[in-house]
């Protein structure tokens, strides 16, 4: 089993639709979550940190539950430049950041 | 403020050659981190060094190396190239925070 297991893409979504990514990581000892994004043959780019309280970014909104070992990022109203592959990310405490595989998301116009 | 920055952005190298990877952390972290990515996965973890000391070190063979600098840059070297290493290796420059930023990665292609 992988440490960290998302959602498998890709998702096609019309411009204006909320979409909901889920991510659930395998170890327990886990301490600080991120979500980010990656675009085509870029670099991965930090979109938020995950915090137990929920946080939310303007129209993105990141859950974390410890007791179901599970992270989520909403987005609200997308946007043809939210189209990327969102990557799930664990790690404990100052130690290597774990990724999941990455879910592509497709906005439509 | 500079980003992460990497050098070179593209490589092209055959079988068996070596290859040296270069990177500067932002300016004031002291800690750079080497992932490898190929197509359709995320990031693997390679190397993470802090104030020069490896850190941790990802299920690669012993033909991946790296270094941390002074200044606290940092190389990673490739021993006799396979196809199977072509990917996208990307630095990672971490604060005191345990957020880490990523430069823009170098492409590398083994043929």
């Known amino acids: 089993r992988k440490e960290v297991e998302q959602d498998p893409g890709p998702f096609n979504v019309p411009e204006g639709a909320t979409v909901a990514f889920n991510c659930t990581y395998s170890n327990s000892a886990s301490q600080s979550f991120f979500w980010y994004r990656q675009d085509c043959r870029k670099e991965p780019k930090l979109l938020m940190s995950?915090?137990?309280s929920g946080n939310e970014d303007g129209r993105f909104t990141a859950q974390l539950n410890r007791a179901s070992q599970y992270i989520s990022l909403l987005i609200r109203d997308s946007k043809l430049s939210d189209s990327a592959t969102y990557l799930c990310v664990v790690n404990r405490g100052n130690t290597p950041l774990v990724f999941g595989k990455g879910t592509r998301l497709s906005v439509i116009a | 403020d500079a980003g992460v920055t990497q050098s070179p952005t593209h490589l092209i190298k055959t079988r068996g050659q070596h290859v040296t990877l270069r990177c500067s952390p932002i300016s004031g972290h002291k800690s750079v981190s080497w992932y490898q990515q190929v197509l359709g996965q995320g990031p693997q973890f390679i190397f993470q060094y802090y104030e020069k000391e490896e850190r941790g070190r990802g299920n690669f063979p012993d033909r991946f190396s790296a270094r941390q600098f002074p200044n606290y840059s940092s190389e990673l070297n490739v021993n006799a190239l396979l196809l199977g290493d072509s990917a996208l290796y990307l630095c990672a420059s971490g604060g005191e925070s345990y957020e880490q930023y990523f430069g823009p990665g170098t492409r590398l292609t083994v043929t």
């Open positions: 995950v915090y137990s």
